[in-house]
């Protein structure tokens, strides 16, 4: 039998390159190492999870073993890849070797942590995968106010699902507005506003000095003296790329697990995609690259090598109060150009010549992306 390509990571990257591999090969071997139980499900619905009345069991599409049936390919759940020899192309897991013909490091990005919270506190979530949806959920049972630190997409969107959920929400934010590195502030005042009005509390240009946890709640302290009492807290202050075991065993990394458009990294046979990757300089935490660079790398590891193309990748924030589309510029010099009536907001990004770099949409406008993205030129042009 020949050797196996092993793919580390069951998140929506490990998974799309399998399904994309299959699709092209049924008789390579797959082998899959992950952290967590091996659940497939998509991400993004973790912050949807109330307005759609979907806890962390409803969120899953299919378990570890109906994975390995559908795609044959065999999962080792609950299992860490410590290190990986480039040389001689093999992986230490449980102090047992694996030989690769080829790896696939999918292993996704981390969030950051506030440096004042314990590891083991169950009042205080970053939520980042189903099993720290799964603990806030238990968490949230039963209980009133959320308090979320940051106010990112990340926090945007889980705050207006809590408010679905009729949760009251507070918001502390570093930034004068939400979403302030997408959106221009015209567009941020839009989801500030719809936000508010469903009842969202904001907190602005404050950081959080401490959050102490009390016999039933949180006391979220800002750095004004304030201090804010909720019953649980959601940290989202950003994710990093995984990308200590690739540096460990000697990958280059910078921001993420470095690498070109053909999507190997600085070791031979070796590949990376998802959260943890920098393809061509850039760290994208979203998931249509993703499914870019599966399809084009299943296709390099059925040897026939592909580079990956990014095409026009607008993002939408999942804030129902106020939707979002995003379609942020590579390239930063231009104006834009706003309307906005306080909820809709049609943001253009031109270069001094007029062409559209990027676009920046809010309520009823978010109709215009279709249009839109057709008028902008691709990351990679065919
Ligand atoms: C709340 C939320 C909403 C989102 N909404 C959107 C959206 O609307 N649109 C969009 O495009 N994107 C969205 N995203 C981002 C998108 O979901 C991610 O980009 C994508 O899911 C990342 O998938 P991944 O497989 O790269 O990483 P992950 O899902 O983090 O998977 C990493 C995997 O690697 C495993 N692993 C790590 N290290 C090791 C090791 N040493 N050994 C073994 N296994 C290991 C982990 O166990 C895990 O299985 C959202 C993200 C969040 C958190």
């Not at 390509?5 to 699709?23: D, L, P, Q, T, W």
């Not at 009492?229 to 690739?246: E, V």
Request: hydrophobic content about 40%.
């Amino acid at each position: 039998m020949s050797q196996a390509i092993i793919i580390i990571g069951s998140g929506m990257a490990g998974y799309a390159v399998a399904r994309e591999f299959r699709k092209l090969n049924s008789e390579t071997p797959l082998l899959m190492i992950t952290q967590d139980d091996g659940s497939a499900y998509s991400k993004p619905m973790l912050s949807t999870g109330f307005t759609k009345n979907k806890d962390a069991e409803a969120l899953v599409m299919s378990n570890a073993v109906q994975m390995s049936e559908q795609l044959n390919m065999s999962i080792r759940t609950q299992t860490s890849v410590q290190s990986i020899d480039t040389e001689k192309q093999t992986i230490l897991v449980d102090n047992e070797t694996i030989e690769y013909s080829k790896l696939v490091l999918a292993t996704g990005a981390s969030p950051f942590k506030l440096k004042f919270v314990k590891p083991e506190s169950d009042r205080i979530f970053s939520i980042n995968d189903l099993d720290d949806y799964r603990a806030f959920r238990t968490a949230s049972q039963g209980k009133k106010h959320v308090a979320i630190v940051g106010t990112g997409l990340i926090g945007c969107e889980y705050a207006n699902d809590l408010l679905n959920g009729e949760y009251e929400v507070s918001l502390i934010g570093l930034s004068q507005h939400v979403l302030d590195t997408m959106l221009p502030p015209e567009a941020s005042e839009c989801v500030t506003k719809s936000l508010s009005d469903a009842g969202a509390n904001f907190y602005f240009e404050r950081s959080v000095v401490d959050i102490q946890e009390t016999v039933d709640g949180v006391i979220v302290e800002l750095d004004n003296g304030e201090k804010i009492s909720a019953d649980i807290a959601i940290s989202a202050i950003g994710l990093a790329p995984n990308t200590k075991l690739a540096s460990e065993s000697g990958i280059e990394t910078n921001k993420g697990i470095t690498c070109d458009r053909s999507l190997e990294t600085s070791a031979k046979n070796v590949y990376t995609l998802g959260d943890c990757a920098e393809v061509d300089g850039m760290v994208m935490l979203y998931v249509l690259p993703m499914m870019a660079c599966a399809r084009a790398l299943a296709s390099t590891l059925n040897d026939e090598p592909k580079l990956v193309s990014y095409g026009v990748m607008p993002v939408a924030v999942k804030t129902p109060a106020c939707p979002v589309v995003v379609l942020p510029a590579s390239n930063e010099n231009g104006t834009w150009d706003i309307e906005s009536d306080g909820f809709n907001t049609t943001a253009l990004f031109k270069s001094d010549q007029g062409e559209l770099l990027g676009f920046a949409l809010t309520g009823d406008a978010t109709k215009q992306k279709q249009v839109l993205a057709k008028q902008v030129q691709a990351i990679h042009p065919e």
